[in-house]
């Protein structure tokens, strides 16, 4: 297994331009999410997914957009990147937890990253 | 809502004992977390412990869980070089969807 695949390693951007950061997992999870490193602020969630048409955001959506069309997959949209976007950007996939079942811990794995700068 | 917090830095002597510390606000917690980030790269889990235990020991690795302050506290016994990373704490939400709630990070420095 590959585990969770991120690309590009790294990224500058100007003021205004849009990319996709990608992610992939071959685990077959169906929990799919991105978050944001930021120094002294931990790990921001910006947008998670459940399943492949099932999206919903975390704690910093503006500005960002996914789509889950396979549970494989799970894109990262930035429609005009800001200076205030530069950050290191992690995937993380895992199970999902069962209906009743609350006794099964679950591991998120994470991709290396994405580091992106907006100038 | 739910929130947890760590102490940013705490700087040891190699051989030393390391103690990082978490507070957490969900009493519903089922799962508590502890992942590590080394330089450059993502987070792996180190290890977890279920709401019911009030400790986990694996290997130099000793997880104290105080459910009644909701604090969590992660020992790492005779601490060496490598054990320098970032060390987060992570709750379960107590939603379904596996969403994980993390702390800010705690810098641990070992000096030789």
């Known amino acids: 297994n590959a585990g969770v695949t991120q690309t590009p390693k790294f990224q500058v951007l100007k003021t205004g331009q849009s990319m996709t950061l990608q992610c992939a997992q071959d685990?077959?999870?169906?929990?799919m999410s991105w978050y944001r490193q930021d120094p002294g602020m931990g790990l921001r969630l910006i947008h998670y997914?459940?399943?492949?048409?099932?999206?919903d955001q975390g704690e910093v959506p503006n500005g960002y957009n996914v789509s889950r069309s396979t549970t494989e997959d799970f894109p990262l949209r930035l429609l005009s990147a800001a200076p205030s976007q530069t950050s290191v950007y992690f995937c993380?996939?895992?199970?999902?937890?069962?209906?009743?079942?609350?006794?099964?811990?679950?591991?998120?794995?994470f991709g290396p990253g994405t580091r992106l700068t907006v100038t | 809502g739910e929130d947890v917090e760590q102490s940013l830095f705490l700087s040891v002597r190699e051989g030393d004992s390391s103690v990082i510390n978490c507070t957490y606000t969900?009493?519903?917690?089922?799962?508590l977390y502890w992942y590590k980030q080394e330089p450059g790269a993502g987070l792996q889990l180190l290890t977890y412990?279920?709401?019911?235990?009030d400790m986990k020991q694996d290997q130099r690795l000793t997880v104290l869980l105080n459910k009644k302050d909701k604090h969590l506290s992660l020992r790492i016994a005779d601490t060496q070089t490598g054990d320098s990373a970032i060390y987060f704490c992570?709750?379960?939400?107590?939603?379904?969807?596996?969403?994980?709630?993390f702390g800010q990070g705690t810098t641990l420095q070992v000096k030789p």
């Open positions: 997914s459940v399943g492949a048409g099932i999206t």
């Open positions: 993380a996939s895992s199970y999902i937890l069962l209906a009743g079942d609350r006794e099964t811990p679950y591991e998120q794995y």
């Open positions: 412990i279920f709401s019911n235990m």
């Open positions: 992570a709750e379960r939400g107590s939603s379904n969807t596996g969403k994980l709630i």
């Open positions: 969900d009493s519903s917690s089922t799962y």
């Open positions: 685990m077959n999870h169906e929990y």
